[in-house]
């Protein structure tokens, strides 16, 4: 069974930096679009950025873009989300998702597969 496991969340302070993990449990991903998502309480999941294969493509929400990187290391089968000058609407839990092929999609119905999900919660 496919597995993506998130890591990296925690409680920090506004301004303050984290950065996320995502592993695949199989290399198949390697060769697939991987994104990030976000979900606020009481709110509904929302994009936050997405990247190609290979990485010459990325795509990110307005609300995060200057702030948030995303990149991959396929030998890791991980995918990374620097997040840097975080700000208390930050809040929220970040899944990470896949799918087949990159098109920048903000559409969290276009990615077939999903982590568990890790916390960041952001204090002002």
């Known amino acids: 069974q496919v597995q993506l496991v998130e890591s990296g969340g925690g409680l920090v302070q506004a301004g303050d930096s984290l950065r996320l993990s995502c592993v695949a449990s199989?290399?198949?991903?390697?060769?697939?679009?991987r994104g990030w998502f976000r979900q606020a309480p009481g709110k509904e999941r929302e994009f936050v950025a997405a990247?190609?294969?290979?990485?010459?493509?990325?795509n990110y929400a307005d609300s995060v873009k200057g702030r948030f990187t995303i990149s991959r290391d396929n030998a890791r089968n991980t995918v990374y989300l620097q997040m840097n000058s975080l700000k208390p609407e930050d809040t929220g839990i970040y899944y990470c998702?896949?799918?087949?092929?990159?098109?920048?999609?903000?559409?969290?119905?276009?990615?077939?597969?999903w982590g568990q999900g890790t916390q960041v919660t952001v204090s002002s």
């Open positions: 199989t290399r198949t991903f390697s060769s697939y679009a």
């Open positions: 990247i190609s294969w290979n990485g010459g493509d990325t």
């Open positions: 998702a896949v799918r087949r092929y990159y098109s920048g999609s903000s559409i969290s119905n276009e990615y077939p597969y």
